[in-house]
């Protein structure tokens, strides 16, 4: 039904994605050609791709009770993470990617996007910025497709899954689309800050093709001024965007909480299979 899907940005947010995906796929055969993700949402993608998504829902639930809270302070001056979310994350896809990147190959063309700090701003200051850009249109800015970011010269671009040769590879980029100093390892590369790729724009449209046909774009974030589920043109395309109908209870990079983590994934269960009772009554958005 949608040729295409596009995955929003969200950390712990996008498992509502899981849940929508859960009720919705089998229903409608969703297998699109390409899927266009960043940050957790990339990471969510290729979970779902693989068949596995299901099994990373338990596995961060248990992650999430075994983590106390979200910043160990008492690591200050140890060798052990302040911040435990990269190893949560990376220890995840070691687990959860064994042996799944030939599937998540063969089932779509997953595009990931990677952002880079402009070639005039260089080390901290490069962070510093994008971290509050990320943070503006995250909690300030209402557009679904803010370029504050492009204005001043960062840029986005999209690293198909098919040229990862191995699930390592698929890690590495995966953590670069999400990285978020200090809560992750600082990147760079050829002397340009590596930031989560949805500090461009969390809603990736741009890892899309041309052609015509019909596009799901799955947000995570809640817009108020926008209906649940709306539909507009772009080109020979139709866009349909679905967002949570109520603002979701947990923090992006909130690793210590596996009631909201299954909160929101039931959240995104009961929004998709109102999606499809939409869809089968011949309703559009």
């Known amino acids: 039904m949608f040729d295409q899907v596009v995955f929003a940005g969200g950390g712990v947010r996008c498992t509502w994605q899981i849940g929508f995906w859960d009720a919705v796929a089998s229903e409608i055969q969703m297998t699109p050609k390409v899927v266009s993700a960043v940050s957790a949402g990339a990471l969510v993608s290729s979970l779902i791709l693989m068949g596995k998504s299901l099994a990373a829902v338990d596995h961060f639930a248990s992650e999430f009770r075994s983590n106390s809270k979200n910043i160990h302070w008492q690591n200050l001056f140890k060798s052990e993470p302040v911040f435990p979310h ?9 687990k959860l990617f064994a042996g799944g990147l030939k599937k998540l190959r063969a089932t779509a063309d997953l595009r990931v996007a990677v952002a880079y700090s402009p070639e005039w701003l260089k080390g901290p200051l490069a962070l510093l910025l994008g971290i509050g850009i990320d943070y503006s249109d995250t909690y300030i800015s209402r557009s679904l497709h803010p370029d504050g970011a492009r204005r001043i010269g960062y840029r986005q671009s999209f690293i198909s899954v098919h040229k990862c040769t191995d699930e390592l590879e698929l890690e590495r980029l995966i953590l670069t689309s999400s990285c978020t100093p200090p809560l992750t390892p600082r990147q760079q590369f050829r002397g340009a800050e590596i930031l989560d790729g949805g500090v461009v724009d969390s809603v990736p449209v741009g890892g899309l093709d041309p052609t015509p046909g019909r596009v799901l774009i799955l947000l995570t974030r809640n817009y108020p001024q926008y209906p649940w589920c709306f539909t507009c043109h772009r080109g020979e395309q139709l866009w349909t965007y679905v ?11 909130d690793f210590a909480n596996p009631e909201a983590l299954n909160r929101v994934f039931h959240a995104g269960r009961a929004d998709g299979q109102a999606f499809l009772a939409m869809l089968l009554a011949g309703e559009h958005c």
Not at 86 to 94: G, K, Q, T
Not at 243 to 253: A, D, E, M, T
């Open 86 to 94: 990269h190893d949560i994350y990376r220890r995840a896809m070691r």
């Open 243 to 253: 967002q949570p109908k109520q603002p979701l209870s947990i923090r992006v990079w």
